[in-house]
């Protein structure tokens, strides 16, 4: 996974920007769904995992490829987490 250049997106900024793709993935609402949340418990297929990976490919300006770096079972934090070590900013 390649990181963006010049990404400044903090993990609550980007727990709310997953929660609005799954949200309209999956058709939620964005309040309605919780940082805890699972993929699976959310109803994201594969299919939506790709879209949520090229839509968060496309904001972040970086290479985050759900289908191979997030697994169903993983909540939106979890996700977070793994996106901001990937970008390089763990614990931001």
């Known amino acids: ?37 699972t993929l699976a418990v959310l109803g994201v297929d594969s299919f939506a995992s790709l879209e949520l990976s090229l839509e968060v490919q496309s904001r972040l300006n970086s290479q985050i ?8 079972e993983f909540s939106l934090e979890e996700i977070t987490t793994r996106i901001l ?5 763990a614990g931001v």
Do not use: H, R
Not at 1 to 17: C, H, P, R, T, Y
Not at 19 to 26: G, H, M, Q
Not at 65 to 72: E, G, H, T
């Open 1 to 37: 996974v390649v990181a963006g250049k010049n990404v400044n997106i903090s993990s609550q900024q980007l727990i709310e920007l997953l929660k609005e793709l799954v949200a309209d993935s999956v058709g939620n609402a964005a309040p309605d769904i919780l940082p805890t949340d």
């Open 65 to 72: 490829d759900f289908l191979q770096d997030v697994k169903p």
């Open 85 to 89: 070590e990937k970008l390089g900013k």
